[in-house]
């Protein structure tokens, strides 16, 4: 069964789009579409919370417009997972966030993992995700002491630290698979592997493929008409309570660049 996704950028900018389009695009079904866009008018980095905060408010109008379009899922390009829970409050479509997938899927290849990361800054916040995802098999959460604006004028010099990291970690933590929690880290590692055509650690999980697998499964099963989200409770949508007063908050307070 066919599916259309919508892999979202969650930066303001255009420059991640084709590392994503040349990494990701052959572990596709072959009837499979993937469309790759980018958040506008917002941060382009979400280092640090504040940036984030306001990215979400333009993940969450994109993922809205993503239905509209027809999309049968949509996947949001970080491991921060931003905007993914609040926006399965707005959409029926899955909405897919690479490390919650990627954790999620970490179990059928390894009894515990260690999972690595960007900056220091994220390390504390990926650690909360781990616990809110049901994670006690994460053996450590470490990073490579990259940020994401340098990372995409070297992805050669990133790949590399990151493998390097990646069986550090493992080796200090005794975990069996890492998760590479940040969605640019995996695709500089897997542009420095096709490039190269280097050996591939098939320990090191990569997060953009994982949520790819999710958003085609959940996708297959939203068209299908087998599962749908509760609205009962956690992901009850605000128009059930006060369709006018979401609209006029939508109206008032959405970021102008979605609307």
């Given at each position: 069964m066919?599916?259309?996704?919508?892999?979202?950028?969650?930066?303001?900018?255009?420059?991640?789009?084709?590392?994503?389009?040349?990494?990701?695009?052959?572990?596709?079904?072959?009837?499979?579409?993937?469309?790759i866009t980018n958040t506008e008018n917002c941060p382009e980095n979400i280092d640090y919370y504040y940036n984030k905060h306001i990215v979400e408010l333009v993940v969450m109008e994109d993922v809205m417009r993503a239905e509209q379009q027809g999309f049968d899922a949509v996947i949001v390009g970080c491991c921060y997972d931003p905007g993914v829970r609040v926006a399965r409050e707005l959409v029926d479509i899955p909405v897919?966030?690479?490390?919650?997938?990627?954790?999620?899927?970490?179990?059928?290849?390894?009894?515990?993992?260690?999972?690595?990361?960007?900056?220091?800054k994220a390390v504390p916040y990926l650690r909360d995700l781990t616990k809110l995802y049901g994670g006690p098999e994460c053996r450590d959460v470490t990073c490579i002491d990259w940020w994401v604006t340098d990372m995409i004028r070297d992805t050669e010099g990133v790949a590399k630290d990151a493998i390097a990291k990646c069986r550090k970690a493992k080796e200090k933590s005794r975990a069996e698979v890492v998760v590479l929690g940040c969605t640019i880290i995996a695709a500089s590692m897997e542009k420095w592997l096709i490039d190269t055509k280097a050996p591939r650690d098939e320990t090191i999980l990569n997060t953009n493929t994982f949520a790819l697998k999710m958003a085609e499964?959940?996708?297959?099963?939203?068209?299908?008409?087998?599962?749908?989200?509760?609205?009962?409770?956690?992901?009850?949508?605000?128009q059930q309570r006060n369709g006018s007063e979401f609209a006029e908050v939508r109206a008032k307070f959405g970021r102008p660049s979605a609307l």
């Open positions: 066919s599916v259309r996704i919508n892999f979202i950028n969650p930066f303001g900018t255009p420059v991640y789009n084709n590392l994503i389009k040349e990494t990701l695009l052959s572990y596709a079904r072959p009837d499979t579409e993937i469309v897919i966030g690479p490390l919650e997938a990627t954790i999620m899927m970490a179990p059928y290849y390894g009894h515990d993992y260690v999972l690595v990361t960007d900056h220091h499964s959940l996708g297959d099963l939203k068209k299908q008409g087998l599962y749908n989200i509760d609205r009962g409770g956690y992901y009850q949508k605000p």
